[in-house]
């Protein structure tokens, strides 16, 4: 009995490992361009719309099919549509390598997206499938969420060294390669998982779901081109026009591949808020600090990525320790702290000063990374109690899209104010820019915190 229980734990410890290395990949992916895109942008001819393009791909993608890929996976087996999302990783880091000019690239990022997407969904969805017990699956979410951070911490500096001695293409060949290992180890290891098939699937609502997010990430990929122009406010109307046959399908369908009875659920609706909180504010903004570093600061690419690991490193290290916090407190009483401790930790961050070292952002990014791990053990935690036990990697979805969503429209919001700013003013207004950028991420964080405090059964 001692060796088949040994047994099984190691399973369950090599399962959480692979389901956190590709959590921890996705973000290395998403965070590639952030020290690449200069290189990049010069070896393919990528002009500013392009550039913009390239960044907001993989997010495109990933918020595009976080729900479909939860779907599929409740729907015919987790374990499949996580390993298959790694086949696609591999084969758009691939692309990625080999791409002759920027169109090319970008399609890359969107499908990168697309086989994130699957991964973030289905894996959460396998550990909530795997650790039955509470205070298992408190640990393995813990483990998740520092996975989160790990990938943020660990992307750009990954990027940067190879882009150092390779050029840009090594940076997609070494996520490629990365996937190729954890796709191996995970057709060898990971669990069969039960489907739990419930009828045909809805491809009429993932179909409009994606066509729907699609077009409203478009239209703010277009409004950091140029906001004067028509084509952002019509991707935006053809999203909402899209997301409300969405809404009107899924009332209908019999197999939903996002239930709206969810949202009665105070406990799902606060974890989906938070999400959406996390992303338009902590995380959006902690993208844009590089920018900040350089263009401001005149900081190298690779100074810049280490000066993030203050936010980055402590977040994993916070979410790691989650699980020893007071058994008492509940996740919504760690979503509302984490968000008003990421509120705190953003406006600790303004007004920069001509001649500010980079220490001066070192404790608002401890704060922010303190709050941040905190915030993400929740929310890994409640993405998939808030949902019913064969529906977790839906719960998964939805709670990561809202996430890609929330992120998508924060950067946006802030690289705007920031390049109008600088527009205006040169680097007096960028700072200007980058001030109300973090004023407005602070009010995301904010804003999210009182949704949650207020969401009750």
């Not at 907001?56 to 599929?72: I, K, Q, T, V």
Request: proline residues 4%.
């Amino acid at each position: 009995m001692e060796l088949a229980e040994r047994q099984a734990g190691a399973d369950k410890a090599l399962v959480l490992s692979i389901v956190s290395g590709a959590t921890m990949l996705a973000l290395m992916i998403f965070t590639v361009p952030l020290t690449t895109l200069a290189p990049t942008a010069e070896a393919l001819a990528a002009g500013p719309g392009a550039q913009a393009w390239i960044l907001s791909g993989m997010p495109l993608g990933a918020a595009a099919g976080l729900l479909g890929a939860g779907a599929l996976g409740d729907n015919h087996g987790r374990r499949l549509v996580f390993l298959w999302g790694l086949a696609i990783m591999v084969a758009a880091s691939l692309a990625g390598a080999l791409a002759p000019e920027g169109l090319t690239l970008i399609l890359a990022r969107v499908i990168q997206g697309l086989g994130s997407a699957a991964v973030l969904a289905c894996g959460l969805g396998l550990l909530g499938q795997v650790f039955v017990e509470t205070h298992e699956r408190i640990r393995a979410t813990a483990i998740w969420a520092a996975g989160l951070g790990a990938g943020v911490a660990s992307g750009p500096i990954f990027a940067s060294a190879l882009t150092m001695a390779g050029g840009w293409r090594a940076a997609y060949v070494g996520t490629g390669l990365l996937a190729v290992a954890l796709l191996a180890l995970g057709r060898r290891r990971l669990p069969d998982t039960e489907a739990s098939p419930s009828g045909r699937v809805d491809w009429l609502g993932s179909l409009l779901l994606v066509g729907g997010l699609a077009s409203l990430m478009s239209a703010l990929t277009e409004l950091r081109i140029g906001w004067a122009r028509p084509e952002p406010l019509l991707l935006a109307v053809a999203g909402v026009v899209l997301l409300a046959g969405f809404i009107v399908v899924e009332k209908r369908h019999r197999n939903p591949i996002l239930d709206l009875s969810l949202f009665r659920r105070a406990d799902f609706v606060g974890a989906t808020v938070a999400a959406f909180a996390s992303g338009a504010g902590i995380l959006a903004l902690m993208t844009l600090v590089p920018t900040l570093l350089q263009r401001f600061m005149g900081t190298g690419a690779l100074a810049a990525a280490l000066v993030l690991l203050g936010w980055s490193l402590t977040s994993v290290v916070t979410a790691l320790s989650a699980r020893w916090l007071p058994a008492g407190l509940s996740p919504r009483a760690m979503m509302i702290g984490g968000l008003v401790a990421c509120a705190a930790a953003q406006l600790m961050l303004f007004g920069p000063e001509p001649d500010s070292s980079v220490l001066r952002f070192l404790p608002g990014l401890l704060l922010a990374g303190a709050a941040n791990g905190i915030l993400n053990a929740a929310l890994g935690r409640q993405a998939v109690a808030s949902v019913p036990a064969s529906r977790t990697a839906m719960g998964s979805g939805a709670n990561n899209t809202a996430r890609y969503l929330g992120s998508a429209i924060g950067i946006t919001l802030g690289a705007v104010l920031i390049a109008h700013g600088e527009e205006l003013d040169g680097m007096v207004g960028l700072v200007t820019g980058w001030d109300q950028a973090v004023v407005l991420s602070a009010g995301f964080s904010l804003l999210g915190a009182l949704v949650v405090a207020i969401a009750r059964d």
